[in-house]
Every structure is written in C-alpha cells, then in structure tokens.
C-alpha cells in the first residue's frame, strides 16, 4: 500500500489568487495523478505528473490554470491559479501501488468566494 | 465508451443489517475494479480491488465480487455498523497504462445506531 500526505486539508480563498496543493507520498513512484471533484460529482482526472518531464494533462485543462510540480519521486505540487468561484472542489492526489491499486491522499477542499 | 452505474443511489439501514451495493460496467474489456469509499469532504480509501481474472475479493466483513461478462461488481457489507455509513464508490480501470478509471456515481450509505 501507500501512504499519502496532501496538504492543506481546506482552504477559502479569494477570487483571483493561487493555491499550491502538496501531495507527498511514502515511497518512490513514476506517476503520480491529479483529480478534481466538483461538488456533487465525480472525479475527473487533471493530469499525470512524471518525474523529470512535463505533466500530461487531460482534455479541458491546461497548464497555465493547472500548473504541476514533480521535483522528485515521493512529491508533487499542484496550483490553482488565477481562482474563480467555478474552481471550488475537492482536489485530490493519487499514486498506483502493487498490482495497480490507487490510493488516494485525504483530499483539499478548496473553496473560492 | 465505458459507462458506469450504480444503485442504489442511497440506502439508510439499521445498524447490524447485510447489504449488498451493486456496480454495473457497459464494456467488459476491464483491467481491474477498485471499490472505494468516501467521507463527506475527504478523499478516497481504497476498499478492494478485483483484477479482470478473479471472481471475489474479501476483506474483514467485506466481500466485492466480478462477473465481467455481465458487466456487474457487488460489494457486500455485513453486519453493517454507523462507521461505515460514507458513499461508496466502483471503478474500473481500462488497462494499466496510467490512471485511466472511469467511476460511478456512488451509493451514499447511512447506517443508523
């Protein structure tokens, strides 16, 4: 299994400003995984961060608005920028472990006012 | 492309009762079913985890099985207690090249003291 470490747990922040969310995890892995939940949803994947390469990301999102940090194997930042009320969800981090199992980091919940 | 259901929607049951959550996929051509909950808020822990070869999984009073030919994963909860009232939810991955899951909608489960 992995153990994941996200922080900040939540946070209210005003419209226009940026929000760096860390994920940090017990053990080297190649990909870690970022998702949105939007209130009432489910999850949408963002992107992929690779170590060393720039992050993959997936279809409505782009980096200027989602950029990504991988500086190592165990880390990875994600930031919000330039936040609208839209922006508010749960962002969470992921990694695979044995066998392909996903786990999951306890999530931010971002609140834009 | 894949779709993802589950039902029920939301259950509320007295504490001590079995109970069965179902999952159903439109294309069997999966690589593995992850079952999940989530508490209002917070992310993901990972419940179980079928790969596409196994018929059943079990862990302490939970047991999710695989039928992939018709399409359907169940969860069976027993002797439910209140910690476990969250939404559970099902996910299957398509293959084991990055994170590629498609989720369902969840089934919010109250399990009443």
């Known amino acids: 299994s992995a153990v994941i470490s996200q922080k900040p747990s939540r946070d209210i922040c005003q419209r226009g400003t940026s929000l760096t969310i860390q994920c940090q995890v017990d053990?080297?892995?190649?990909?870690m995984f970022w998702y949105r939940q939007q209130p009432g949803q489910s999850l949408t994947l963002i992107a992929t961060?690779?170590?060393?390469?720039?992050?993959?990301?997936e279809s409505g999102f782009v980096i200027d608005k989602f950029p990504i940090s991988r500086p190592n194997l165990t880390f990875s930042t994600l930031t919000v920028s330039n936040m609208s009320p839209e922006d508010s969800s749960i962002y969470l981090c992921?990694?695979?472990?044995?066998?392909?199992?996903?786990?999951f980091g306890q999530g931010t919940r971002l609140t834009v006012v | 492309k894949q779709e993802v259901t589950q039902i029920p929607a939301a259950l509320s049951v007295p504490e001590g009762e079995n109970l069965v959550l179902n999952c159903s996929f439109t294309?069997?051509?999966?690589?593995?079913l992850q079952w999940f909950r989530q508490d209002p808020g917070k992310g993901l822990t990972s419940l179980l985890l079928i790969q596409s070869s196994q018929r059943e999984q079990t862990s302490g009073r939970l047991n999710a099985s695989l039928d992939k030919s018709s399409g359907r994963s169940t969860l069976y909860i027993a002797a439910s207690q209140p910690g476990d009232s969250a939404t559970y939810l099902c996910a299957v991955r398509r293959d084991n090249y990055g994170q590629n899951f498609v989720f369902g909608p969840g089934t919010r489960l109250s399990v009443l003291p």
């Open positions: 992921s990694v695979d472990s044995g066998g392909q199992e996903a786990f």
């Open positions: 053990s080297q892995v190649t990909m």
């Open positions: 961060a690779n170590q060393g390469s720039e992050a993959t990301y």
């Open positions: 294309d069997s051509a999966i690589y593995n």
